[in-house]
């Protein structure tokens, strides 16, 4: 044999090798092979190679990281084709988003597909991290998954805010100008690969059509000169800027978000109970206290914002402080020993033990934030003021 006639033979032979680590022709009939073929994939590996049976419900895992990886590749597609026809250069950008919108094939479909994929990868990432919480599955020996994950929450937050910006409208200036036991194990092939596809397909559903009903937001091109009245931040960020409208600077924007990064962190290392892992709300006792948080909060946050909002002022009372003091450190302990004393009740009348008191508190602090992002979003009018959103004045510029 010469060496031209040789030289297809080794070109189908590595052919072959990569179409087989690609695309395997058949599924493994056996455990052992549906385990390799999960270690020689180069998608599947990212799974182990067997999962515990009960994480094979729906309502225990619900799909959310699969579907989180799933945004993560819409963003990704739609980010190159939006990148092709984009210069990040003022007035130009936004000129290039209406060229987008106009003249591209499928480009207001693709900017759309790329905006709210990027809104619902928060919303996913949030509840994933929620559910890992609500089950204890942060505990060891998984806590460093526990601080990857958290930070990129804070990276996808971030790039969310990033990309907020990119269009160069007047939404986006004077946005960024505001701020284990012998469980039962099956194979990942095919019990949870087959979920995850079908999830993610009837997921792309959702979001196709949605994108395809619903425009991506787009104001006039940035102005300088013409603030908007209000000027609110992008909605994943108008709890923070509600707290602003309560709190000194410094307390609002760096120490209480500051205090509640690293509580979020921390929380592996002081819920150690590995009695209750996979447990939603570790147990009925911690059930009924997760509720009782979310009432208490959904009763006292608004509570709390029209006591601020009409009668408490705390500079008026106390003019000769420092700022800092009367509209900070005092308002903040006024929450924080309340805080305290719910603390205290809990085990006194419920018995919590640890882990149950954790899961009660930072209930109640999720959802007073959520609770403070709804009044920031429907609530605010001009002026930052209060209104009710069927008597929301027109916003004036």
């Known amino acids: 044999m010469t060496k031209e006639s040789s030289t297809p033979e080794k070109e189908d032979s590595m052919l072959d090798r990569i179409r087989e680590r690609l695309v395997p022709e058949a599924m493994p009939v056996d455990d052992r092979g549906r385990m390799r073929m999960v270690v020689d994939s180069l998608v599947l590996h990212l799974h182990p190679t067997k ?3 009960s994480t094979m419900n729906w309502n ?3 799909g959310l990281g699969g579907l989180s990886a799933l945004l993560m590749a819409v963003l990704g597609l739609t980010g190159v084709v939006l990148q092709n026809n984009y210069t990040p250069a003022a007035p130009q950008a936004y000129l290039d988003i209406l060229e987008i919108n106009s003249n591209v094939w499928f ?3 693709v900017r759309n597909l790329h905006h709210w994929s990027a809104n619902l990868l928060i919303v996913v990432a949030v509840l994933h991290l929620i559910r890992v919480f609500a089950t204890g599955a942060y505990r060891p020996p998984r806590e460093l998954n526990w601080l990857i994950g958290v930070a990129m929450l804070l990276l996808v937050v971030a790039a969310n805010f990033t990309g907020y910006l990119l269009p160069w409208d007047q939404l986006a200036f004077w946005a960024i100008t505001v701020g284990t036991k012998k469980i039962e194990r099956v194979t990942t092939i095919p019990h949870l690969v087959r979920r995850e596809l079908v999830f993610a397909l009837a997921a792309f559903a959702v979001l196709l059509v949605f994108a395809m009903l619903v425009p991506a937001p787009l104001e006039g091109i940035a102005n300088p000169d013409i603030s908007p009245n209000p000027a609110k931040a992008p909605w994943y960020f108008m709890g923070l800027q509600e707290l602003l409208l309560h709190f000194h600077p410094l307390i609002g924007a760096i120490i209480l ?3 509640a990064v690293i509580g979020i962190f921390l929380l592996p290392f002081f819920d150690i109970n590995f009695n209750s892992v996979g447990i939603y709300f570790r147990s009925h006792r911690g059930r009924s206290l997760a509720i009782l948080a979310v009432g208490i909060a959904l009763v006292i946050t608004p509570i709390w914002v029209l ?3 009409f009668v408490l002022n705390w500079s008026l009372w106390l003019p000769t402080w420092n700022t ?17 004393l719910l603390d205290e009740w809990t085990v006194k009348f419920f018995h919590a033990d640890t882990e149950e008191r954790v899961l009660f508190i930072a209930t109640f602090l999720f959802t007073a934030f959520v609770v403070l992002t709804i009044i920031g979003i429907f609530f605010r009018g001009p002026g930052m003021a209060l209104y009710w959103p069927w008597n929301m004045p027109v916003a004036a510029h």
């Open 60 to 62: 225990y895992s619900w």
């Open 257 to 259: 978000p500051g205090l």
């Open 307 to 309: 006591l601020d909002e």
């Open 107 to 109: 480009g207001e479909l």
């Open 324 to 340: 800092l003091l009367s509209n900070g450190l005092i308002p903040m302990a006024v929450i924080l020993v309340p805080l305290i």
């Open 51 to 53: 999962v515990i049976a």
